[in-house]
Nanobody, 126 residues
């Protein structure tokens, strides 16, 4: 099993940046595919970004491609999401997740992730 704790959320103006971190305990992050998802009020949870197990590949939602960067740090056992050029529509609760996903075609589906953090609020003001 793995326990996940997110940090780094907050309030930022449009065009600003935030860096979210997800600290894992129990297993190394490289043992799992790691994903970031977000959920805005009244909306379904949506995929944001993911990094494959062993960190060989990264994946992004079209809405964040070119603005967000996911990365893993095996030494710190963390996964981070660098968010630049933030927009008000990026406002949501962001959660990291870990899953035993070994086929990249499944990496965007939240149902394939077994472990979830508690989430951190990101608010982007216009």
């Amino acid at each position: 099993q793995v326990q996940l704790v997110e940090s780094g959320g907050g309030l930022v103006q449009a065009g600003g940046s935030l860096r979210l971190s997800c600290a894992a305990s129990g297993r190394t992050v490289s043992s799992y595919a790691m994903g970031w998802f977000r959920q805005a009020p009244g909306k379904e949870r949506e995929f944001v970004a993911a990094i494959s197990w062993r960190g060989r590949s990264t994946f992004y939602a079209d809405s964040v491609k070119g603005r967000f960067t996911i990365s893993g740090d095996n030494a710190k056992n963390t996964v981070s999401l660098q968010m630049d050029s933030l927009k008000p529509e990026d406002t949501a609760v962001y959660s990291c997740a870990a899953g035993a996903i070994y086929y990249n075609s499944y990496i965007r589906d939240p149902n394939n992730y077994a472990y979830w953090g508690q989430g951190t609020q990101v608010t982007v003001s216009s």
